[in-house]
T-cell receptor
Framework: KQEVTQIPAALSVPEGENLVLNCSFT??????LQWFRQDPGKGLTSLLL?????REQTSGRLNASLDKSSGRSTLYIAASQPGDSATYLC?????????FGAGTTVTVRA | SAVISQKPSRDICQRGTSLTIQCQVD?????MFWYRQQPGQSLTLIAT?????????ESGFVIDKFPISRPNLTFSTLTVSNMSPEDSSIYLC?????????????FGPGTRLTVL
């Protein structure tokens, strides 16, 4: 059974600081890994998708890396803003389904 | 990307009643997924709904409690039956792009259910 862990569980930083969010998974036989953002009481917004053959993916201030062999992914958010405050979830796809981590709740202080 | 809507967006229900949640997608997709997010928890897959066949349920979820319909390629419903306070959660549907299951997944806005 795939287990996905996200560290830290919560993070508070001043505006402008770079964010580093970690995700690890136990079964490296994944098809892809996806990072999501969730605002309180809302659905999920897809941020980045990394296929298993890729090492990283970038979108604007966001960069995600994937090391499949070691079962790790890192999401970097550059120059954080108060609007980046949310919970960030990573999910891996294998065995015909997505398995989610518990998320990292980020607070960016103005 | 896919545009997904859910109805209702939220509801407060009495113990022992049932609620049907609708999920509408703006394009045809083969597979649709239903998830539950209990308070303070991450997402757990309830079932996979394929058009033209019975839904496939994950361990711990049964059809009598969570019946699913998939009448066409753009629509699905999830019913939460004989509700108890433990069913209070956000329920979300999701679809993959391009009709396959290995591509990017998109989620609906969720239905926030409170059971009294």
């Amino acid at each position: 059974k795939q287990e996905v862990t996200q560290i830290p569980a919560a993070l508070s930083v001043p505006e402008g600081e770079n964010l580093v969010l970690n995700c690890s998974f136990t079964d490296s036989a994944i098809y892809n890994l996806q990072w999501f953002r969730q605002d309180p009481g809302k659905g999920l917004t897809s941020l980045l998708l990394i296929q298993s053959s890729q090492r990283e993916q970038t979108s604007g201030r966001l960069n995600a890396s994937l090391d499949k062999s070691s079962g790790r992914s890192t999401l970097y958010i550059a120059a954080s803003q108060p609007g980046d405050s949310a919970t960030y979830l990573c999910a891996v796809y294998n065995d015909y389904k997505l398995s989610f981590g518990a998320g990292t709740t980020v607070t960016v202080r103005a | 990307s896919a545009v997904i809507s859910q109805k209702p967006s939220r509801d407060i229900c009495q113990r022992g009643t049932s609620l049907t949640i609708q999920c509408q997608v703006d394009s045809q997709v083969t597979m649709m997924f239903w998830y539950r997010q209990q308070p303070g928890q991450s997402l757990t897959l309830i079932a996979t709904a394929n058009q033209g066949s019975e839904a496939t349920y994950e361990s711990g979820f049964v059809i009598d409690k969570f019946p699913i319909s998939r009448p066409n390629l753009t629509f699905s419903t999830l019913t939460v039956s004989n509700m108890s306070p433990e069913d209070s959660s956000i329920y979300l549907c999701s679809v993959p792009t391009s009709g396959g299951s290995y591509n990017e997944q998109f989620f609906g806005p969720g239905t926030r259910l409170t059971v009294l």
